[in-house]
């Protein structure tokens, strides 16, 4: 094969890494609906403070992070331009969170979040030209 069809061969299959990531987003989703079914109070409060939002945010909260969830994964699944901007907007977001709440009070967590948002952040980036070459071809 030449060198053209072979780079078209390899943009037409969906990184691995891409999939993990969408596959977990859509698993979290899935946690976040069960979890509004079954203890919203309470995970409503988790989810809310991990996105720097008081803990007596409503239960709507979950559908809300689980549409976002959804959103994120169908976009990398996709592998569309929305998909890559809409993630990348989110990552930055909860990433910076998770920052702040990091030196405010050091939990494992938060630090686990913000190094999650960056790993994925420049994970995709490395990866971007998957999501903007043409899909006429």
Known sequence: MK???MSLIKLNH???GVILISGFYAFGAIILFFFFVTDPLYASS???ERHGLPSTTGSWILLLVGAIALLIAWGLFSLSR??????????VYFGVVSLFL???????????NFI??????????LIRKQFFVSKLS
Do not use: C, D, N
């Open 46 to 48: 988790l989810i809310a």
């Open 3 to 5: 060198g053209k069809e």
């Open 14 to 16: 969906k990184p691995v």
């Open 116 to 125: 999650w948002a960056l790993l994925v952040i420049f994970y995709l980036l």
């Open 82 to 91: 929305w998909g890559f901007i809409f993630t990348q907007a989110y990552l």
């Open 102 to 112: 990091s030196r405010e009070q050091f939990t494992t967590i938060e630090v686990g």
